[in-house]
């Protein structure tokens, strides 16, 4: 045996380099400063946000621009509360949807019943219940503030997840499943990676599309009760109150620069980060880049601190949380689900024709059939301005976002713009609209209709922006070789492969547009007041007025219109994109 004399430098040099690859950087005194700065702002916002509820009163909602930054923060925390409750609430319901026949037949109607219903239908009846949890404290308000920017932003993720989950391509499936992966790992391993790049995009539209709402959601009067929480809601409902343009303008200003940060910071390292989810077989030639992505991946003291929670996340994926399938099944337990689904779908029926029953005879006991024939005609007339208005949406936006889509650098650099004009609520535009309309003299119930969709058509450029960031590079080298050009390769190549985001934008789109027409058709500018007759300026109304019965009436018809619509087009389209445009 020979035995080597140790070599002191080599040693040295050995644990010198060992030290240098956890020892702090300057990268991590830059994230360190960050996430300082970031737990700063929450504490202070958490603290005004559990406030007692007489400061509503004696601080009120100013127009003084030293406040702007505080109502900002405040602002900002309350729909990224929303964003988290609504994270939550995709995982569990789109994937419960997606995963049992049983509970889509529940859960898919009540999502497209959930997404018609407006704003200030949640807020009629949450307001009061909020308040009275929370007694004495703010926290009632803010949390019926969060809820209602939670139905503005929870309905397209869940859709998005769920069309995701229902397209996975079936070769990659049918190998995860050859490598006996069980429900647990394969959710974490396949599909939720499968769905990451159009759950992204939508997070991001629905963080944007939480800004049109905020007025609603912040400066709240139903009947005799009225709140204005600290916010840039607020800010926005006085300025326009008092018409005040400079007022507006700071407060659009407020937005693009929360906008600009929160791109940063938050949703460009995160587009970063998942582009590795990209469903292809070869490699990408341009990646989306973010200078706090690679901050953080640079970072060695936060890496090393990232450790243990690495270790635990791999032993979560080595559980097996689900029983292994049998490789058969018996005809007695064929039978026997076969049952149980038309057990389970009686069950359904019934308590859908039990809550119809019940709203007819509340309706029947308070209102009479004029205000039905109303409230119906309403509706084709808001239906109608929502079919013309998805179609044009649709002819402008798919082709700039499949332009968009494919390619990373300029989605990149349009990302905090597209971002900003979704942010951009039409309560701003109002006063230019109804001046204009009151100075041409034209009818309200034609010009006034584009303002449902300035919101809501965002979700149709977010989704195909989405489809097209996530077609495969192979296919389209594929077509590149076969000189696939103009109209075939759109009708052979893009389309097809986009069709699954687009429906699920369209979707969101026009139920969005639906909850848009209650602040749309009713637009105002200080005392000049003017309307649109639909189903949304009747509901609007109905709120402000505090009457129940109409405001119920209005939610009854609006859910009907959607159902109705979503079950006649939307959702044999999406069944028609399941089973024929699959990435297999």
């Known amino acids: 045996m020979i035995f080597m004399p140790h070599n002191r430098n080599s040693l040295g040099e050995a644990a010198a380099l060992a030290r240098g690859r956890i020892a702090p950087n300057i990268y991590d005194t830059i994230a360190f400063a960050m996430l300082v700065a970031l737990l700063v702002l929450l ?11 007489e400061l509503l009163t004696t601080s009120p909602v100013t127009l003084d621009l030293a406040n702007l930054p505080e109502y900002a923060l405040r602002t900002t925390l309350r729909m990224f509360a929303a964003i988290v409750v609504s994270l939550i609430f995709t995982f569990t319901v789109a994937t419960l949807a997606a995963k049992s026949r049983r509970a889509e037949m529940v859960i898919i109607p009540a999502l497209d019943i959930l997404q018609s219903v407006p704003v200030l239908g949640f807020l009629t009846f949450t307001v009061t219940f909020f308040m009275g949890l929370f007694p004495g404290s703010q926290l009632g308000a803010e949390c019926a503030a969060i809820f209602a920017i939670f139905t503005s932003q929870a309905w397209n993720m869940a859709f998005s997840f769920y069309q ?34 159009g759950l992204i995009w939508n997070t991001m539209m629905s963080m944007s599309g939480g800004w049109f709402f905020v007025v609603a959601s912040e400066a709240i009067t139903v009947g005799n009760t009225t709140v204005q929480l600290p916010g840039i809601g607020s800010w926005l409902a006085m300025a326009i109150d008092k018409q005040d343009f400079k007022a507006v303008a700071w407060a659009v200003l407020a937005m693009a620069i929360l906008i600009l940060l929160y791109d940063q910071l938050l949703f460009r390292p995160v587009v970063a980060w998942a582009d590795k989810f990209r469903f292809e077989q070869t490699a990408g030639q341009e990646k989306p880049r973010s200078w706090v992505y690679d901050i953080l991946r640079r970072a060695r003291l936060l890496q090393t601190i990232g450790l243990p929670l690495a270790w635990l996340w791999q032993r979560a994926m080595l559980l097996r949380l689900s029983k292994r399938t049998l490789p058969a099944t018996s005809a007695a337990s064929r039978q026997l689900s076969r049952a149980i689904d038309v057990a389970w779908l009686g069950l359904v029926v019934l308590v859908a024709i039990w809550g119809v029953y019940e709203t007819v005879v509340y309706l029947r006991e308070t209102l009479g059939w004029s205000d039905v024939v109303e409230a119906f005609e309403g509706g084709l007339l808001t239906l109608l301005r929502v079919v013309v208005l998805i179609a044009v949406a649709s002819v402008i936006w798919v082709p700039i976002g499949v332009w968009i889509g494919l390619r990373p650098a300029v989605a990149e650099r349009v990302q905090p713009l597209a971002q900003f004009l979704a942010a951009f609520p039409a309560n701003v535009l109002f006063p230019f609209a109804v001046i204009a309309i009151v100075a041409t003299g034209v009818n309200p119930s034609i010009w006034l209709s584009p303002l449902m969709v300035l919101g809501t058509q965002w979700y149709i450029l977010f989704n195909v922006i989405a489809g097209a960031s996530a077609f495969p590079s192979d296919l389209k080298e594929a077509a590149s070789v076969f000189r696939l050009k103009s109209w075939t390769w759109w009708r052979s190549v893009i389309l097809p492969g986009i069709f699954p985001y687009y429906v699920t934008g369209a979707l969101t789109a026009s139920g969005g547009s639906w909850n848009a027409s209650i602040v749309a058709e009713l637009a105002s500018w200080g005392n000049t007041k003017l309307e649109a007759f639909g189903l949304g300026s009747y509901i609007a109304k109905a ?5 129940f019965p109409r405001v119920i009436l209005g939610i009854a018809v609006m859910s009907l219109f959607v159902t109705l619509f979503n079950r006649t087009l939307w959702r044999p389209l999406y069944v028609f994109a399941e089973r024929r445009m699959r990435l297999d």
Request: no cysteine; net charge negative; aromatic share 10%.
């Open 543 to 547: 709120t402000e007025a505090g009457d």
């Open 43 to 53: 504490a202070h916002g958490a603290a005004g946000m559990r406030a007692p509820s």
């Open 164 to 197: 995701s989950l229902r397209t996975v391509p079936g070769d990659l499936d049918e190998v995860s499943r050859g490598f006996g992966l069980s429900a647990w790992q394969r959710f974490w391993r396949l599909e939720a990676p499968f769905a990451a790049p």
